[in-house]
């Protein structure tokens, strides 16, 4: 017997308004869908001996069958046409179907010996934040998910019409922009109903926006598409160029735990040639230098193991077993031994009175230690090369296997930047060791195939300034990462980026030991170079993403695998090959094409403008993916102000393509004092501390909003963290053309960060080298925003991590005392239990969400979102 089934959705919307907005939204009596997506329906049977009772007593009842997921619902995006594989062979296909003049939507005939499931689903576009609740009415059972989250759910069943339908509530926030209402219907079998229905209202608060139901899933970016896409955590390639792994992580709600896998992937076409997945989190993913085999390592309760997997025959060793405090590892080049790291933690005094030695005594994790060892793989065995009182940190091994270089952190109180790196090198058979110099600002060091050359990164400074290129009456900005290459024959060293104007942010040297490919910042961009050792010339290579994240090559061939994103361009693998004549980045995979599929990102366009001093100021814009020259936008302006430019990367900390789809024009700045922009460029932030790049900040709002007329010069915003975060309150001491501002992890005081900041004084010995509380009066008090926070009439947000060992908590609660006592308009955020990065996965969501409902409140007219979620 079959029966014909109705499913009735009725959705009642009342909406209403308590302050005008710029695009003023219309009050809804309801919305009712004139159509729906469909899938299925699916028959299933009772599973084989469902009437016996299990082990916990009770026989299986079609209940389970709508707890049971049948497929990840997380992953569904409803489309017209979109084929979903099935059991069997079968595959589904989502539909649309029309509602009849009543709103009724008729399903299709159920069975009376099998259960049919059926899925039905829409979008609500909600054009600002909804608080709310959905309440569902029915006979029969359901599962409803908002956003693929399960929301509601009704487990019980009335077979008769005579029995007042069941029903389930759920309150929900959603914000701006389209969310996805999926609803899982199970008929049971023989079911008498024949009129089976489903009657949905919406009911809103006081303060809401205009909703509209919509059967394309075609949107803009929110925050949950880039916290949950997959994309490339990693990415290396063989020995021989041939093959690349890729490895994948993803991030699942609700509360963020992650998925990995490892992708072995052809680089002549990105076809896949292994998968690694599920079980125990591989990390630390390196190719043996020989062959076609891999190395990982895995960690559990007894500590890490080290394996090598053999593409060709499939064999998996286990070269080291429960190795406590393991922190990394690399490959001697003719992969008969491993260098490896192991972490002695340090036991505290437990007494709760202390002495502090030196100025890092207070840092957390500080009197720990790391020591090197030496595994040979043949033999099994292993041997310490280092002890002693100061860690140990691998640099290179030569190309012999007979040696290898170390690095050693000194403290130095004399002399800034208050430290200084030592360069070692270990004799692996004698244990004698060389100690070739020591660098302020040193930091990795390479051999070059013929073992003489080192490369080594470090600050303009190093080398008795031998990388300086700035007059001598210009401090160098020692961030500015320079390349020299030192000549253990002769002690000779070189200069050799000393006129390049990008700095330097990696390097690998070929396997001829004529070139070194540089990835370098370059402006907003992170490029990749060659040098020529030869003829000392620089290539750019054109193409590819905007940023490039890391890059690994190849040991015996040049060709490269890239991991990069850009201005709304979701992070990738690529592929280089050097030895064509004309190189260009291909694409090998994209992890995340799926997940972003349906999303339109708006236009990026570069602006510059001049400043007073005469210097072109870069900048780049992010517009809203529906733009409209004819209308107005709130604008933010987005900078670091510091010794880094704004980088072109995918989302990041501060996800401008986010802000973008909500309708914000996003100007980055990139002022004076900035890497990637030559040495002259980035001195300027020596000693600045907001005057000159404030001042550039300034300029740059009005110019633009002058250049723009879409531009609301009135509905302007600020943004910045750490250093930007100082710069917003510094901006804000000396300008009212902002209407909100936001200060992450900012420093108020630039005394008390100098003198309590974990490694304050070590940042002031380059960003106020030479300059102290005593001597410079007017950049410790006439910079440091607090000494003037009554200069301040602009509404603020701070925002900090309760825990960040960078820029202490109490630079941003200065602040927020300071305003608060002079009466202004301020706010304070603390994000427990997190440092000057803001990781935990639903503490991330709830920043983002003070942020953007900060900006909402003052530059939209749209306060409902803040005062639901953090107050009045």
Do not use: C
């Not at 005008?20 to 809804?28: D, F, Y």
């Not at 059926?118 to 609500?124: H, P």
């Not at 992708?263 to 076809?271: F, M, N, V, W």
């Amino acid at each position: 017997m079959k029966y014909s089934y109705l499913l009735s959705l009725f959705l009642f919307l009342h909406f209403f308004f308590s302050s005008p907005a710029i695009l003023q939204a219309e009050e809804h009596a309801g919305l009712k869908p004139g159509a729906w997506l469909m899938l299925g329906p699916v028959a299933e049977h009772n599973p084989v001996y469902h009437d016996v009772a299990g082990i916990d007593g009770n026989a299986w009842t079609v209940k389970q069958l709508l707890d049971t997921d049948l497929a990840r619902y997380s992953e569904w995006i409803p489309a017209e046409g979109d084929p979903i594989p099935w059991s069997f062979d079968r595959q589904l296909e989502w539909r649309s179907v029309t509602v009849d003049e009543e709103g009724l939507l008729g399903l299709p005939s159920g069975s009376d010996i099998q259960h049919d499931i059926l899925w039905v689903a829409g979008y609500v576009d909600a054009d600002r934040f909804v608080k709310g609740s959905l309440t569902l009415h029915s006979r029969g059972m359901m599962r409803v998910f908002l956003n693929g989250e399960e929301v509601a759910v009704k487990r019980n069943t009335q077979y008769s019409d005579d029995e007042e339908a069941g029903s389930t509530s759920h309150s929900f926030e959603i914000r701006q922009g389209k969310h996805l209402l999926l609803i899982k219907l199970v008929h049971p079998a023989g079911s008498e109903i024949r009129d089976w229905t489903l009657k949905a209202s919406v009911e809103g608060g006081d303060h809401t926006g205009s909703l509209a139901w919509t059967l394309d899933p075609s949107r803009t970016v929110l925050q949950r598409d880039i916290s949950n896409a997959p994309g490339p955590a990693g990415v290396s390639i063989s020995p021989d160029g041939d093959l690349a792994a890729v490895h994948v992580r993803q991030a699942l709600p609700p509360d963020g735990s992650t998925e990995t896998r490892i992708d072995i992937r052809k680089t002549s076409d990105g076809t896949l040639f292994r998968r690694y997945a599920g079980g125990t989190t591989v990390t630390g993913m390196q190719w043996v230098p020989d062959g076609r085999r891999f190395s990982y390592t895995t960690s559990g309760n007894n500590g890490t193991d080290l394996w090598v997997v053999d593409l060709d025959t499939g064999e998996k060793t286990r070269l080291m077993k429960d190795v406590k405090d393991f922190t990394g590892y690399r490959w001697s080049p003719d992969a008969s031994f491993v260098i490896y790291s192991l972490r002695e933690e340090h036991k505290p005094d437990n007494h709760g009175v202390l002495r502090y030695h030196g100025l890092q005594d207070r840092r957390p994790g500080y009197h720990s230690r790391t020591f090197l060892y030496q595994l040979n793989v043949p033999e099994g065995t292993t041997r310490r090369l280092t002890a002693g009182l100061l860690s140990t940190m691998p640099g290179s091994i030569h190309p012999s296997g007979k040696e290898i270089l170390y690095m050693r952190s000194h403290e130095v109180y004399d002399e800034r930047p208050y430290g200084k790196i030592e360069y070692v090198i270990l004799d692996l058979q004698t244990m004698e060791t060389d100690s070739l110099f020591s660098l302020d600002s040193g930091g990795s060091a390479y051999y070059a195939p013929d073992g003489n050359r080192i490369l080594i990164l470090g600050g303009p400074n190093d080398f008795d300034g031998l990388g300086v290129n700035v007059p001598d009456t210009v401090l160098a900005n020692d961030y500015d990462t320079q390349a020299y290459l030192y000549h253990r024959d002769s002690g000779e060293t070189e200069a050799i980026t000393r006129t390049f104007a990008p700095s330097i942010s990696m390097a690998r040297w070929d396997e001829t030991g004529r070139y070194i490919f540089f990835v370098v910042t370059e402006a907003a961009y992170e490029q990749v170079y060659r040098y020529d050792t030869r003829d000392r010339t620089f290539r750019k290579y054109e193409g590819g993403p905007d940023v490039v994240h890391s890059m690994n090559l190849a040991r015996n061939k040049s060709v490269a695998v890239i991991r990069g994103s850009g201005a709304s361009d979701s992070p990738k693998a690529w592929v280089i090959d050097f030895t064509r004549r004309n190189p260009e980045p291909r694409m090998l995979y994209d992890p995340g094409a799926e997940a972003y599929r349906n999303i339109r990102f708006g236009e990026v366009r570069k602006w510059t403008f001049e400043s007073e001093r005469g210097e072109t100021i870069d900048g780049h814009v992010y517009y809203p993916p529906d733009f409209d020259e004819n209308r107005q936008y709130p604008v933010i302006v987005y900078y670091y102000g510091g010794t880094t430019p704004v980088s072109r990367a995918f989302a990041g900390r501060y996800p401008k393509e986010v802000y973008a789809s909500k309708g914000y024009l996003v100007y980055v700045v990139q002022p004076s004092g900035a890497i990637g922009y030559g040495q002259e460029f980035s001195a300027r932030h020596v000693n600045d501390w907001g005057e000159i790049a404030g001042d550039e900040i300034i300029q740059g709002t009005r110019a633009f909003l002058e250049a723009h007329p879409y531009a609301h010069p009135e509905r302007v915003g600020a943004i910045g963290a750490s250093y930007g975060g100082f710069m917003t309150m510094y901006l804000l001491t000396q300008t009212d053309i902002f209407a909100a501002a936001v200060s992450h992890a900012g420093i108020s005081n630039l005394a008390s960060y100098w003198g309590e900041g974990f490694w304050g004084y070590q940042y002031s010995g380059v960003a106020t080298a030479d300059s102290y509380p005593w001597n410079r009066h007017d950049i410790y008090v006439g910079r440091s925003p607090v000494f003037h926070a009554d200069r301040i009439h602009t509404p603020l947000l701070l925002v900090t991590g309760m825990s960040d060992t960078n820029v202490p908590p109490g630079e941003s609660l200065q602040m927020f005392t300071a305003l608060k006592l002079l009466g202004r308009d301020v706010a304070f955020v603390a994000v427990e239990d997190q440092d000057h990065h803001i990781l935990d996965y639903n503490k991330y969501i709830q920043w983002k969400d003070a942020i953007l409902s900060w900006f909402d409140k003052w530059l939209k007219e749209e306060p409902h979102w803040w005062e639901v979620r953090f107050g009045g």
